[in-house]
C-alpha cells in the first residue's frame, strides 16, 4: 500500500481545545501538500479556513462534540451552521446516555434528522465504542444503518479509548452494505493505519499520519 493511498483516506485532525491559528493552518496546508481525504477541525474554525483556503480543502467538523449528550435541535442547529460556514463532511456524537437507557427511537431520529438536515453532505456518526458493551456496539450499528447516515466512526478520542481491529471487525459484520467505517484515536504507527484500511476502513482519524508517514515520532491524538 503507497502512502498516497493512505493518505487519501485520512481525516487529518485537530480537535484540540486549544489549538491556534497557526496549528490549524498547518494541518491545512499538508492537507493539501499530503491530499488528504479531508482536514477534521474544531466548528469554530469552519468559516476562516473556507475563506482562507477555498475549494482546496475538503473540510470536516465535529458537533456534539466530545460528549454527545446535547439536544437534538441544538445538534441539527450546529449541523446546519457548519454546512453553511463551508463544511462538507459532520462528524456528529450519538446521544450516548440515550443508547444506555434502551431509548433507541431518540438515538435513530436524531441521526436521521442530522442526515436529512445537512443534505447530500457526509455524515460519520461517532459511537464511542470505548463506553459501550459488545451488545450496544451491535445495536447501534442497526440504528446508524436504519438512520442512513454515510458512516459509523469509533472514536471521538477524548474517551478512555479509540479504535480497535475487534470494533471495525464487529461494525464490518452489523452494519448495512450502505454504511462506511471510520477508525479515529490511538492510531499510533503506520502499521495500525495499514491494519484498519484492511480491515475496510474508508477513512481514518488522526494528526499522525502525515508525520509517521515522513517517519517522525509522534504523540497525543
Partial sequence: MTNKEILSRIDHTLLKQF????????????AIEYKTASVCIPPSYVKKIKETYGEQLNICTVIGFPLGYNTTATKVF????????GASEIDMVINITALKNKDYDLVQNEIAEIKQAIGDKILKVIVETCFLTEAEKVKVCELVTNAKADYIKTSTGFGTAGATIEDIRLFKANIGPAVKMKAAGGVKSVDDLIAFINEGCARIGTSSAVKLLKGEAVSGY
Fill in 19 to 30: 489549538a491556534t491559528w497557526e496549528e490549524i493552518k498547518e494541518i491545512c496546508d499538508d
Fill in 78 to 85: 450546529e449541523a446546519v451552521d457548519a454546512v453553511k460556514n
